[in-house]
């Protein structure tokens, strides 16, 4: 069993829906959470980053921690074309450099017009 | 403009040809990281530096060096490149650890025949 597991998608949603995205982990000392984002052919980029539970919210995007259950998600309101990508879900244990940062797979989102 | 550079972007190749790939960074940051991205895989580390002449393994190091001499730079070296080397590879850095943001180059597609 992956550590983390994300639904690889694709997702196809209409312009100005609310995605919801999701990513379940098994390692019980991740504190550190983050959604990436890959557009094609690109690096990925840092979207948003939370620590421990709770939300937090930066302007569409919502990402939410639930340590009881294991799920993380993000939520992206007013769904536009350009959020066509591909949402990589990653996480930690500790902030130190010897640390680990584990991703899913990804999750290919594409909002159609 | 803050940026990771690598280079060459794209590269075909034959078993045995030893290449290096390069990585180099421009924000001062002090650790830096190599991943490939395979289908169904997601990101895997393959080795890791917290600083020049530190480095250390990730998850996947087999068939893979590096080194850190310069804090900027940060090479991938396969010396004898096999075909389940055939990858997308990012180079990534961050300030400190990975559990900051981490920048990512735009990627290196290889194929090794």
């Known amino acids: 069993q992956k550590e983390v597991e994300q639904d690889p998608g694709p997702l196809s949603v209409p312009e100005g829906a609310i995605v919801s995205l999701n990513c379940t982990y098994s390692?019980?000392?991740?504190?550190?959470f983050m959604w990436y984002r890959q557009y094609s052919r690109k690096g990925p980029e840092l979207l948003i980053y939370t620590y421990s539970s709770g939300n937090k919210e930066d302007g569409r995007f919502t990402a939410q921690v639930d340590k009881s259950s294991k799920y993380i998600s993000l939520f992206i309101r007013d769904s536009q074309p350009s959020d066509s990508a591909t949402y990589l879900c990653a996480m930690s244990a500790n902030p130190g450099t010897a640390s680990k940062l584990t991703f899913g797979t990804g999750t290919r989102l594409q909002v159609t017009l | 403009e803050a940026q990771v550079t690598q280079n060459p972007r794209y590269l075909i190749t034959v078993t045995g040809k030893k290449l290096t790939v390069t990585c180099s960074q421009n924000m001062n940051h002090e650790y830096m990281s190599w991943y490939r991205q395979d289908p169904g895989l997601g990101l895997r580390q393959i080795y890791y530096?917290?600083?020049?002449?530190?480095?250390d393994k990730g998850d996947v190091p087999e068939g893979y060096k590096v080194s850190r001499k310069e804090k900027r730079n940060f090479p991938l070296i396969l010396e004898s490149p096999s075909p389940n080397q055939t990858s997308l590879y990012f180079c990534a850095s961050s300030f400190t650890s990975p559990a900051n943001e981490q920048f990512f180059g735009p990627g290196t597609r290889l194929t090794v025949l």
């Open positions: 390692n019980s000392a991740f504190q550190y």
């Open positions: 530096s917290m600083n020049v002449e530190v480095t």
